[in-house]
């Protein structure tokens, strides 16, 4: 089967301060990863996404790298708030299904 | 803003009873998706539902589940005989109809099975 993982299942940050989460993906055929947040109690909420075709995406705040050497994937977020603690999890799509990794909790502290 | 809306928000069913998920989609998308998440574990692709058709499923979603779109609005989810292990927070979700990627999530049902 497919296999998405994340490398840390918890992340504390400074308010203020950047993070980083990483997640790596077995599947060299996957073409267009996402990233997702999810608070508790609710559904994942989208936050940026990137094409195989690409190395770095950047949205607001965040920045999705793609490294399809080493299958890894992160998600970088600037001057990270306390309002973006939730965790976060990737996701592969190879072919038309979706794989999602287990997720980081990142807690931000104020 | 418009969002995904899923109803009921919890259910409670006996084991071997036919629970009916249902959600409401994004009115202009196109793509429609149910996934589950097992307490503590990951998010899990069920079916991927276009053209009225069933156009992506996993190996979770086996003959106990079905989907329909029985209008223009509602998208449902069907388990014809729970098991225990269906136990989970359902989520809808659908996409645009331009890049069929950007998937909006609903709220979720938590189902549990007794």
């Known amino acids: 089967g497919e296999s998405v993982g994340l490398h840390l299942p918890t992340l504390s940050v400074q308010e203020g301060d950047n993070s980083i989460i990483n997640c790596a993906y077995s599947?060299?055929?996957?073409?267009?990863f996402i990233w997702y947040k999810q608070e508790s109690g609710k559904g994942p909420q989208f936050i940026i996404d990137i094409r195989s075709n690409m190395d770095k995406r950047q949205g607001q705040r965040v920045t999705v790298l793609l490294n399809k050497t080493v299958k890894h994937l992160s998600l970088q977020i600037a001057a990270t708030q306390p309002g973006d603690s939730a965790v976060y999890f990737c996701?592969?799509?190879?072919?038309?299904?979706?794989?999602f990794g287990t997720g980081t909790s990142l807690t931000v502290i104020p | 803003e418009p969002e995904v809306t899923q109803t009921p928000s919890h259910q409670v069913t006996q084991m071997g009873q036919e629970v009916i998920l249902r959600c409401v989609p994004i009115?202009?998308?196109?793509?429609f998706y149910w996934y589950r998440q097992i307490l503590g574990q990951k998010v899990e692709f069920l079916v991927s539902?276009?053209?009225?058709?069933?156009?992506?499923k996993s190996e979770i979603f086996d003959d106990q589940f079905s989907v329909e779109r029985p209008d223009g609005s509602n998208f449902t989810l069907k388990i014809r005989s729970t098991k225990l292990e269906d136990s989970a927070m359902y989520f809808c979700?659908?996409?645009?109809?331009?890049?069929?990627?950007?998937?909006?999530f609903g709220p979720g049902t938590r189902l549990l099975v007794l």
């Open positions: 009115s202009n998308h196109l793509y």
């Open positions: 599947n060299s055929a996957s073409d267009y």
């Open positions: 996701a592969e799509r190879a072919g038309n299904q979706f794989y």
């Open positions: 979700a659908s996409s645009e109809p331009t890049s069929g990627e950007t998937q909006y």
């Open positions: 539902f276009y053209n009225n058709e069933i156009s992506e």
